[in-house]
C-alpha cells in the first residue's frame, strides 16, 4: 500500500504558485507543516511560495503566521515546530504572466539543480499554460523536476488536451502530477486494502451478489468566495468529472497484478473505458440537475444560488448532479452505480454504499424491517468509518431478526491525529510515485464520458430543477432511483 512511511525524502524544492491562495493557506501549508513535525522532511528541503502580491520572505512568514494558525488546532500545534518549519518557507513575488518575472526563482534555485524541484499549481486552471511556458522559458525545468496542477484539469476534452500538450511540452508525462486530493484520503485508500487484501470479499464483489451502488458527495455549504468560478463550471465539471468517478472506478476496478503505480492506473482506465456512455435522450432520463433556492439550517436562514453575488439571476448552473451509470463488464454487467453530489445538502457526507442482493428466499418474518438487504457502508466525511449491515436475531423467544451493524471507527481504532488528505499526496509528488495521481489518459477518458451529459443537457435545454438549501436535493433525484425499487441512503 502507498502508505507513508519513514523513508527519508531528498533535499528538495517545493515551488508553491498561489502561495497566498486560499487552499495553500487551509490544506498545503499546513500538510507541510504535520509532515515537518513528524520529522519526514529532510533538513535541505525549502518552501517557496510565489504569488502577485509584493512582500518579502518576512512579510510572507507572518502572514502565514496570523492566517494559517487558524486551520491547525491548539492540540496539534507546537511552537518550536512551527518557529523551525517557518524557517524553511521563503517568499518571491512573481506574475507569472510575465517571463522577466521569474528571474527571482532562477536566482533562488540556482545551483540546486541536482535537487528535487517541485512546481505546484495552486492557482486557476487559465494560468496553468502561463507558468509551464514561463517555468520551461527561465530554464527553470531540470530532470529532476515535477510539476503538479489542481482539478478542474479544463471545461471539456478539448480543453484538457490544450492543457496537457502545453504541460507535455516542457515536461514528461512521468513528471507530471494530476491531483485529485480525495486520493489522499485514509479510508479511499482504504478501498484498496478492503478489496484486495481481504478474500472474504473478491467473491462477493460482483453483479451475481450486488444489487445496487451508491455514490454521495453532499455538502452544506454553497458556493461562498467561489462564486465567478462556480458559475463557470457546476457540479458535473467540479465534482463527477474528478472526485465521483474517482470513487468509482476503485471501487469497480480489477485486481492488479501488483501495486505498481502503473498497473493500479491500467485498471482505473479500464473501468471508465467500460462505463456505458449517456448521450442524447438516454442522458436526460438517466441525470437529474438542481440548484438550491433560499432555505434554512439550524443555525438560521442562507440565500439561495441566485441570491449570491457574480451569479447572474438567470443562471442555470447545476448545484447538484444525479446520475445512474452503468459499467459495460463481466464483474458489473447490470449493476446500477447512482452518483450524487450536491451543495447546501442537509449535512457534509461522503459515503459509499454497497447494497447485495437479498436471500433467494427468507424463511424468516419481515416484520422487523428483513426488507432491507445487507449493506457495506464506507464513510470518507465527516467520520470516517466502514459498516457492514448484517441481522441477527432479536433477544426473546420469538424468531425475529434484528439489524445490526459490525462498525469499524478509524478514529477509535488507530487513535491518531486524522491525516489531511495533502499530506500524504505532497510526500508522494516529492518522492515522485505516481500512484494517487491521475494519468493523462484517465483524464481523457472521465471528460470523453463527461461530455456527451453537458452536450444532452444544452440540446434537449435541460434546466436544473430547484431545491430548498437544507435538504437532500430534488425530488427528481429520488425518482431517479426510485425507478428501480430503491432509495438513497439518507440514515
Known sequence: MNLISNESLQPFDFVLFGGTGDLSIRKLIPALYFRHCEKQLPQDGRIIATARSSMDSDEFRALLDEQVRQHISDQDFDQQHWA??????????????????????VE??????????????SVAPSLFMPITKGVHAAGLITEHSRVALEKPLG???????????SLSAAFKEEQIYRIDHYLGKETVQNLLALRFGNALFEPLWRSERINDVQITIAE???????????????????????????????????????????????EKIKVLRALKPLTGIDAIENSVRGQYKAGAYSDGPVPGYLDNEDIPDDSTTETF??????????????????????????????EIVINFKKVPHSIFPTA??????????????????????????AW????????????????????????????????????????????????????????????????????????????????????????????????
Open 368 to 393: 422487523d424491517g428483513f426488507t432491507t438487504p445487507n449493506q457495506l457502508i464506507i464513510r470518507l466525511q465527516p467520520e470516517e468509518s466502514i459498516r457492514m449491515r448484517i441481522y441477527v436475531k
Open 84 to 105: 523551525s518549519f517557518l524557517d524553511r518557507v521563503h517568499y518571491y513575488p512573481v506574475d507569472v504572466t510575465n517571463v522577466q518575472s521569474y528571474q527571482a526563482l
Open 220 to 266: 452544506s455549504l454553497g458556493v461562498e468566495g467561489r462564486s465567478a468560478f462556480y458559475d463557470q463550471t457546476g457540479a458535473l465539471r467540479d465534482m463527477v468529472q474528478n472526485h465521483l468517478l474517482q470513487l468509482l472506478v476503485i471501487l469497480a476496478m480489477e485486481p492488479p497484478v501488483s501495486i505498481d503505480p502503473d498497473a493500479v492506473r491500467d
Open 396 to 491: 426473546g423467544d420469538d424468531i425475529q431478526l434484528q439489524p445490526v451493524y459490525l462498525n469499524l471507527d478509524f478514529n477509535d481504532v488507530f487513535q491518531k491525529r486524522k491525516m489531511i488528505a495533502y499530506e500524504r499526496l505532497l510526500l508522494d509528488l516529492i518522492r515522485g510515485n505516481p500512484t494517487l495521481f491521475m494519468r493523462r489518459d484517465e483524464v481523457a477518458a472521465a471528460w470523453a464520458w463527461i461530455d456527451p451529459i453537458r452536450a444532452a443537457w444544452e440540446q434537449y435545454q435541460y434546466r436544473p430543477k430547484n431545491y430548498t438549501a437544507g435538504t437532500w436535493g430534488p425530488g427528481a433525484a429520488n425518482a431517479l432511483i426510485s425507478k428501480e425499487g430503491l432509495r438513497w441512503n439518507e440514515d
Open 321 to 350: 448532479v444525479a446520475l445512474r451509470a452503468e459499467i459495460g463488464s463481466w464483474r458489473w454487467e447490470g449493476v446500477p452505480f447512482f452518483l450524487r453530489t450536491g451543495k447546501r445538502m442537509e449535512s457534509k457526507t461522503t
Open 155 to 165: 471545461r471539456d476534452q478539448a480543453s484538457a488536451e490544450d492543457i496537457n500538450d
Open 108 to 121: 533562488a534555485l540556482s545551483g540546486r539543480e541536482e535537487h528535487v524541484r517541485v512546481f505546484y499549481l
